[in-house]
């Protein structure tokens, strides 16, 4: 079974630039969460699809968005980039139970310049 | 609103001597409390969740409701046991909050 894949894996923007970040889930898997990685703040949660629907949002500015489609396949847009939004951005795909087990991508690692 | 606690960054021991990994939350329902790592070039992935009661590669974590902590612990480290850890807690339908991780260092 395929794991979780984020495409590209990394990515050099400058700012005021936008980004678009791809995750295809494990198959069968209906739940994507996004979340953005940085060592002093550890992972915090953006937001989280199921069944092409926003279940789950994080406090983030409305500069990061996302979709899932009707495969399950999510994107992330980050606009009007920010040198603060360098970070490695991870995708997880949840399983059928809603339990919180979370599969996680290698990430996309982003660098504002 | 959901929160994680690891108030260590850095823990280092030494092989052979036992480890724990330390984890508070504020929750106001009933959560369900897991235990993430990641190894050094590799994703993260679950190591162990609480209602599994379970141990994995001789870790167990009890959750104590009273004291709102779900504290990681191994009776022996190993320097395979090297890595990033991070507890996290889920309050339904996938939104998982994580901690800000405690980098484990097991000294030969």
């Known amino acids: 079974k395929a794991g979780v894949t984020q495409t590209p894996r990394y990515l050099i923007k400058t700012r005021g630039q936008q980004v678009t970040l791809s995750c295809s889930p494990i198959s069968g898997h209906r739940s994507v969460s996004w979340y953005q990685q940085t060592p002093g703040q550890g992972l915090q949660f953006l937001f989280e699809?199921?069944?092409?629907?926003?279940?789950n949002k994080g406090n983030f500015p409305g500069r990061f968005s996302g979709r899932q489609f009707s495969n399950s396949r999510s994107e992330m847009n980050v606009s009007t980039l920010e040198l603060g939004d360098s970070a490695l951005y991870l995708c997880?795909?949840?399983?059928?139970?809603?339990?919180?087990?979370?599969?996680f991508g290698e990430g996309s690692r982003l660098t504002v310049l | 609103a959901q929160r994680v606690t690891q108030p260590e960054k850095l823990l280092s021991v030494f092989k052979g001597a036992p480890v724990e990994l330390k984890c508070n939350y504020s929750?106001?329902?009933?959560?369900?409390l897991f235990w993430y790592v990641q190894y050094s070039r590799q994703r993260l992935q679950l190591l162990l969740r609480?209602?599994s009661r379970e141990s994995i590669k001789g870790f167990t974590a009890d959750l104590n409701k009273g004291e709102t902590s779900f504290h990681l612990k191994k009776p022996f480290a190993q320097e395979e046991d090297s890595a990033m850890y991070y507890c996290?807690?889920?309050?339904?339908?996938?939104?998982?909050?994580f901690g800000t991780g405690t980098k484990l260092q097991v000294i030969p």
């Open positions: 996290a807690l889920s309050g339904g339908y996938q939104k998982v909050t």
């Open positions: 699809y199921f069944s092409e629907t926003q279940r």
């Open positions: 929750y106001s329902g009933s959560p369900e």
């Open positions: 609480h209602i």
């Open positions: 997880a795909s949840g399983g059928r139970s809603n339990t919180g087990e979370l599969f």
